[in-house]
């Protein structure tokens, strides 16, 4: 099996399973491949992170007051972790990046059979510097610095992005956005938002286009996603406004969208925007205006990246571990973890999996290059999608 099949059946399986596939899937579908750790397949695809951004200053994001310091910036300790807690209930932080948010997500069933795909989120409240679940949201991206966190409420496509400050959770603004949004990306200067725009709910599972699943147990049906990306709006976050672009679904070589939610992200540099696919080039990329446009040179490789760049672009995240930008030459000694983001030029945060185990549970540690160290910073947790305990981090400047 080459590994266009194996991406493209593993797709399958996940569709099967009735969830829709995150961006990076297929990335982190090659990642495991190339390190035969096939049996964990269903659980990193699941796992997301967000890429870290760089520190800037954005003063209209800054909504906290001059009065209020965050918790981000209050405790400025290189490193602080919590190995008693899973998910974690006190701020975790390494270097220039915080956790800010995670989420957990179930399958909900509904009165005609359908089912959403529920993602709950808890937010760092920047006041106290403990992780707080709030119900309101179905979608959340947090800005570079942690004070804002972009947010749609339940009932997707939602007509509106709220701008929620985190220091007094109060959205703070509500930019329309009319085409209807599901999904959301802060550019890495925190300066605009990419808001992916659906006729429908990417989430919802419907019945009326169920499949028969065949397994061990004799056959069940299953509810289906349906494909309904519209475009794109770039929200100018200063002046509120938002342009809308058109851009359909990217479709395989047998002219087929496998995965409902394909939300658009910015490139580490914030100039353009790109989207995952399950079948070379495995990114496809777009300008702001939504014209289709090649990889930037720089990005030409970067399949399985959650990390992306370090924050000085020397070093590059692929799935196999990390490389050197000018040169091409692989980074020694880099543990084989699923790379998660930077921590600064040399440290990275990264799950660890407990591989003596059945389980294979996962924490968060903090690696640094070229040495042996590895800091844990959580508690382990499981890896399985829907269980209780599982959780997906995402990360931040401070």
Do not use: C
Request: hydrophobic residues 40%; charged residues 25%.
């Amino acid at each position: 099996m080459n590994v266009e099949e194996l991406v493209r059946d593993t797709f399958r399986e996940q569709a099967a399973d009735g969830a829709s596939a995150p961006p990076g899937f297929a990335d982190r579908v090659l990642a495991v491949r190339r390190r035969r750790r096939a049996r964990t397949i269903a659980g990193a695809a699941v796992a997301t992170a967000a890429a870290v951004a760089m520190a800037v200053a954005v003063p209209f994001l800054d909504t906290g007051g001059d009065d209020v310091r965050p918790a981000t910036r209050l405790n400025r300790s290189d490193i602080i972790g919590h190995t008693d807690q899973s998910p974690p209930r006190d701020m975790i932080a390494a270097g220039d990046i915080a956790l800010t948010a995670f989420s957990r997500v179930q399958r909900v069933k509904q009165p005609d059979k359908d089912e959403i795909i529920t993602r709950t989120y808890s937010l760092l409240d920047q006041r106290t510097g403990k992780y707080r679940e709030d119900a309101r949201w179905s979608f959340v991206d947090v800005s570079p610095g942690g004070r804002t966190a972009a947010v749609l409420e339940r009932q997707l496509p939602a007509r509106r992005v709220g701008l929620l400050n985190l220091i007094t959770g109060k959205v703070d603004r509500w930019i329309p956005v009319p085409q209807g949004v599901a999904g959301l990306d802060f550019s890495p200067d925190g300066t605009k938002l990419v808001a992916t725009t659906y006729a429908k709910d990417p989430d919802r599972l419907y019945w009326s286009r169920r499949i028969e699943i065949h397994g061990d147990h004799g056959s069940t049906f299953e509810p289906q996603p349906t494909p309904s990306r519209t475009g794109f709006s770039v929200i100018d976050l200063a002046a509120g406004t938002a342009e809308w672009h058109k851009a359909p679904y990217w479709k395989d070589s047998a002219r087929q969208s496998l995965n409902s939610r394909a939300d658009f992200l910015f490139n580490h540099r914030g100039t353009l925007l790109y989207e995952h696919t399950y079948e070379k080039p495995y990114r496809v990329y777009r300008d702001l205006l939504g014209d289709k446009v090649a990889a930037p040179k720089a990005e030409r490789e970067l399949v399985g990246a959650d990390a992306g760049a370090s924050p000085d672009g020397k070093l590059l995240v692929d799935p196999s571990g990390v490389v050197e930008v000018a040169s091409g030459k692989r980074v020694p000694k880099v543990p084989d973890m699923g790379l998660l983001a930077w921590a600064d030029n040399k440290r990275l945060v990264a799950w660890q999996i407990d591989q003596n185990t059945k389980e294979l549970p996962r924490r968060l540690v903090l690696i640094t290059l070229g040495t042996d160290r590895i800091v844990p910073l959580s508690d382990y947790g499981t890896q399985d999608p829907y269980a209780v305990g599982h959780w997906n981090p995402m990360f931040s400047a401070r």
